[in-house]
């Protein structure tokens, strides 16, 4: 456990040195990756980068490279050489696409025909961990390389295992009887990973018998949605709906977790919201920013209700995916029960992307 616990704050640390801008080193143990989040590459940056790796390529994730018309075949993640001209705001562009809607990236790129390993998936993922675009300037480098220039290095394998590794470590770590409205009998409890992170809050509701399914819901974090009363979306109806007919059956638990977009984080929801105002749907925005069109895991869910003693729910959802994840982390999903709330004039489209596209059942 202490081992596994030192891995995961390795990860933490060298996500934090990311979204400072620092670089980090990844590796498999046959091959090492210096890493620069291209979304925060600058000319200092990079010519630091460049003197200690000796020259360097950006990669993206196919998704990306696929608006980009240089994505690989059956590939994850895909390496583009880094000629003269490329900029540092090039770079950047290349990452971020809402910094190019007016005159969108036309290259010419050149596609490094490396087929994509353990290393190149998780140097993407660590800076997906540290809530930044998927999408960085990468250097091979020898053994040894992290510790000469004073960086900080991870296992590929710690990487691409830490959203499971750091749900079965989730700790409660408070709870507290929290009052609301319509639901005065309710307590709050918060899990925590062990090595630190975002907490999740599973929100009890009455006396729920842990021996019967629990009337439940899986929410994710929206800032817009639940806290500003945004009309793009339906998640602030969702969750108070929830939160109302889950008083109203007499009692069970709202799980709501932090995977703010689908998993992307805020600020890249609000890149996506800037891409759907061109025309794109939330599927394409979320694919043309370099990310899966769902980066979200259930794993988190499944082990809350477990620590708080139930093994079966009735699952309030309209996406199939969570009855999926949930059952495959080892929850019976006895029923799901339907939970739906009518269209406003700005949401309409998004509620049927999410029929059309993601299988929702609208």
Known sequence: MAETTDTLLMLERAADDLRRGYPAV????????????????NTPSLARFDAITGGSFVMLTNNRAASLKVAGEDWAVVRLARPGWMSADDIVALADPTLDLATPLKGPFRRLEHK???TDRAAIKLTKWARLLPAVVAAEVE??????????????????DADLTQASMLKQVASARVPLAGAEN????????????????????????????????????????????????????????????????????????AQEGRG???????????????????????????????ERVFAPAAEMLKQLGF??????????????????????????????????????????TKKARTGHLL
């Open 116 to 118: 994509d390993g353990a």
């Open 311 to 352: 093994k079966a729910v009735r699952l309030m959802t309209n996406n199939p995916n969570k009855v999926e994840g949930l059952e495959r982390f080892g929850i019976r999903v006895a029923e799901r029960v339907a939970h739906a709330f009518e269209a406003n004039p700005h949401n309409e489209n998004y509620l049927a």
């Open 143 to 160: 053994p040894g390389f992290a510790a000469t220039h004073g960086l900080l290095e991870v296992s590929a394998e710690v990487v691409l």
């Open 26 to 41: 990844v590796t498999d143990g046959a091959l090492a990756l210096a890493l620069l989040p291209a979304e925060l590459a």
């Open 264 to 294: 992307i984080g805020l600020i890249s929801k609000l890149k996506a919201y800037a891409l759907q105002d061109q025309g794109y749907d939330t599927v394409d925005a979320n694919t043309r920013l370099g990310f899966d069109v769902d």
């Open 186 to 257: 309710t307590r709050l409890v918060s899990f925590r990973p062990l090595a630190g992170g975002v907490e999740h809050i599973a929100i009890v509701i009455g006396e729920p018998n842990t021996h019967d399914p629990v009337l439940m819901r899986i929410h994710s974090e929206c800032f817009t949605g639940d806290l500003l009363g945004s009309l793009k979306c339906d998640c602030g109806e969702q969750l108070r709906g929830a939160i109302k007919l889950i008083a109203e059956a007499g009692g069970g638990v709202l799980l709501y977790l």
